[in-house]
């Protein structure tokens, strides 16, 4: 079984410190594997343990990228891609699923996709499901847990209020919820074998595809600004004494205002 | 000269502080509440793939360097865990026999100590000696092809393990001879083998130490390791590889030490605005800091010198020792005082690490040992 | 692909709405979305379009024009009774494409979040998720989208210029509720449905409703909810007491629900759920941007922190210094003697 993994490097935004004036601070947070992104490198190499599977994991940006691409080897997964181009930059969403789709066809053979639900410094969730789209490929979403059978695929998908088990026909997309699995840390042996092993470097001309279709040329959505959220304000009444009187207090308050 | 880590130093110490965050809390509350290891430790370093750092891969070991060894201590030093000692045990004896083991001896002791199914020791100490050959009481005479071992060894650690321990004893065929030091290899579970119960330490948590009793214990010819009366070149070279994995874990702690006080210089308040703003505390994480940098360079630069094979690595671990030993048990010292009545409160993690730092000037070779190895090279080299 | 369309052709304000066993979902989100497409559809002068997909739609058709829609598109087959992300991709691009639509608005839901992206990839136009803001650019006449970015650190404003429809889905309980208006008529249009139950790639196999209680917390009247601070030792226990003495719901921050104490369907904040209660208790709780947003539209809040300092009470209408290991279970106290 072929199984490709797409991920992204993520800022860690846990780590977003602010400056004095409440100013976000960018530069600096410590770059990381995209954590749902990494229920999906779980899940490919869950597979591959229980079935066998060549995993190629796949990302698209910066040459630092490599960071989280050697990463996921050094989890166990078998090669690496790595889509870097300047005119890859500024793609959205739409743009960016372009050009991963475009790489996994020219990657050949598959017969699953794997991918995070969302990323957590966009969270948009929508590369995944658009891959699926551009590829013709049944969409798997939400996966909480996965069974691969004789050419189908069952996932029980976390759909709202709803879980549902659904099935489709490999190849088909699917995108890893949290409640997937618990990610390994990666193998400390295999952290030495993955600066041993070749990335494959794929820019713009190596996966075809028309050029106004790339980067921010390629993206139907602009960005007009971006701002620090308002801060609604309101006039706090501190209630004062040890914790049995403030708590009475507070009590006595509540029932005022028919809160409680 | 670089003093820049490379991307897979960085990886290493990642994944190791991965590993810390995930497996050592759960081993930590073994020990607590057992007063021991895990019996399966091993297993877990062993599935990390943290066994045999510079061993090849062909005898199951990771083929990487004594560098990124150390990386990983100090990394495993940070969380102040007494499981880093089986972690370097294991490492260090397994380097060991496959420099000085004859063929059939590696083969037959190295993988199990790199799949985690056996526990190193390495057993020199006894009840009156601790750095002397000559005193050694522990006594090997020839019987066929075996050797007989009778005697006591004093405060070896995973001991009572499973696994092959490194026993230096008198070797009785040497009488006579100018040294008759002979390493042996021992099955630590052999016939005629008993143990005390385990020494309460100062630090290190839940640490298995103990004394071993040898009655009549038959060791086969063949686990002689290196020549018959060339044991204490193996203990020196071996201790002097351990003193830089344990300066390395101790310089972590150090780090540790460094890291809780400039987070609680941070979080208390006094008079109000963060404490450690205030002239006197924030000298000493003035004095923190430096010190842990200046350790660690020496550390980083010692453990090349391993790396290169270069022999001039013993006396210059001595040195790291000299170092670390007062610098970093001064920083711990400095961190219990940051955090006034909390740090002396085993609430707070600075206490620990403060009585673990204790034990790198007193273990494997005192501090003075090491000065008078360091000083005494210094005087014998131009 | 990539053909300059001619945007004048586009029309129209599109919400999609949803169903289950043909009626409309529990959650209130896709009425939200209708209320502001309605919204929308005014300050451009244009007609609402509700598209709905499913099984014995009809009630379900009407009713959506009493809310505010002029149109109904209705897709009312078997085959649809549940949501397919291929099926409903198909039969909704067919009819953007015929239609036209200039906006197309879906609910930010599991289900629109795993939809609107298929839809928008295949019509090559952009899709804005999550937005917390919807208008029009009074100039260019274009939708104006603004959501959280940055893991909710800081808000992003998002246009789509140049392709149709303008796509974004919605975040739950951030849209005003529209009204029922008796007296509204309007079209219902019912699309053709060709797709077959062999057509479908995906089967489902079993449908099953939660039955966590924590799905309601952006429809709890009282929430109590946890930061680091209220975790340590037992006392996420108590603020489950407190909970149960106030009848809230329990929620908490984000680091929270890292810890593994909180589930993500009850996470507040950016990056969670937005609610707005009549009682918003925090507990421990510092008050970072990326919680606040989610929580300062609650009518009543309280902070309860040990740090007199805490952002926290910028917010809050009634604060308590004071470590919540101490106060929780006084206050517990206190509830239930106010209650004799």
Known sequence: MKIIVCIKQVPDVTEVKWDENGSLIRTGLPSIINPNDKNAIEAALTLKEEKGAEITVVSMGPPQVEEALREAMAMGCDHAVLLTDRKFGGADCWATAYTLGMAIKKLGHFDLIFSGVEAMDGNTAQVGPEIADFLGLPLLSYAEAIEVGEGTVKIHQKLGDLTRVIEGPMPALITCEKELNVPRIPRMDLVFECFEKEIKVLGMADVDGELENFGLKGSPTRLRKVFSPKRAKAQVEFLEGTPKESSQKLVEKLHEINAI | ?382 | MTAIKDLSAYKGVWVFIEQFEGKLTNSTLSLEILGEGRKLADKLGTDLTAVILGENLEKTAGDLIKYGANTVLVADAPVLANYRTELYTDIICQAAKERKPEILLVGASATGRDLAPRISFRLHTGCTADCTELDIDDEKKILVSTRPAFGGNVMATILCPDHRPQMSTVRPGVMMLPTWDEARTGEVIKLEVTAKEEDAKVKILEVKKHEASAQNIQEAVRVVSAGLGACTGNCFDQLKELAKELDAEIGGTRPVFETGLISHDVQIGQTGKTVRPELYMAVGISGTVQHTTGMANSRTVVAINKDPNAEIFKFAHYGIVGDAKAVVPALIAQLKASRN
């Open chain 2, 1 to 382: 000269m670089d003093f820049n880590l490379t991307p897979l130093n960085k990886m290493v110490i990642k994944t190791a502080r991965a590993f810390c965050e995930t497996e050592i809390p759960a081993i930590d509350a073994y020990m607590k509440e057992h007063n021991d290891y895990p019996p399966y430790l091993q297993e877990i370093f062993a599935k990390h793939h943290m066994l045999g750092m510079d061993i090849p891969k062909e005898l199951g070991g990771i083929g990487a360097d004594n560098f990124n060894l150390i990386l990983i201590a100090e990394e495993v030093g940070k969380t102040a865990s007494t499981c880093m000692l089986p972690f370097f045990m294991n490492n260090s004896v397994a380097e060991t026999i496959c420099h000085w083991g004859t063929e059939e001896v590696i083969k037959k002791f190295v993988p199990p100590l790199c799949d985690g199914t056996a526990w190193a020791s390495m057993a020199f100490t006894e009840p009156n000696t601790g750095s002397d050959p000559r005193a050694l009481t522990l006594t090997a005479e020839p019987d066929g092809d075996d050797f007989i071992l009778n005697g006591t060894k004093r405060f070896i650690s995973m001991a009572n393990k499973p696994g092959p321990g490194v026993f230096f004893a008198k070797d009785l065929s040497m009488k006579g001879k100018p040294f008759d030091t002979t390493a042996f290899i021992v099955d630590k579970m052999s016939p005629g083998i008993t143990f005390s119960g385990h020494y309460e330490l100062m630090g290190l948590d839940g640490a298995d130490t103990c004394d071993v009793f040898f009655t009549d214990v038959r060791v086969p010819k063949a686990n002689i390791l290196g020549r018959q009366g060339k044991g204490f070149p193996i203990l020196l070279r071996w201790i002097a590889g351990e003193r830089i994995q344990q300066c390395a874990a101790t310089i972590g702690g150090g780090q540790a030490a460094l890291d809780e006080s400039v987070k609680y210089g941070n979080q208390r308040v006094v008079g109000g605005f963060p404490m450690g703003y205030m002239q006197g505390f924030s000298w000493m994480l003035a004095d923190m800091k430096t010190r842990v940098e200046a350790c660690r360079l020496l550390c980083y630069k010692t453990v090349k010198l391993q790396d290169e094979k270069n022999k001039g690595f013993e006396a210059a671990s001595s040195e790291l020792k000299v170092l670390t030993v007062p610098l970093i048990q001064e920083v711990c010292r400095q961190a219990v005082q940051f955090h006034g009545s909390y740090g002396y409160s085993k609430e707070y993690k600075v206490e620990k690490i403060f009585r673990n730092a204790m034990h790198l000037g007193v273990v494997a070779s005192s501090l003075e040992i090491n000065k008078t190895i360091a000083g005494m090279t210094i005087l014998t080299q131009k």
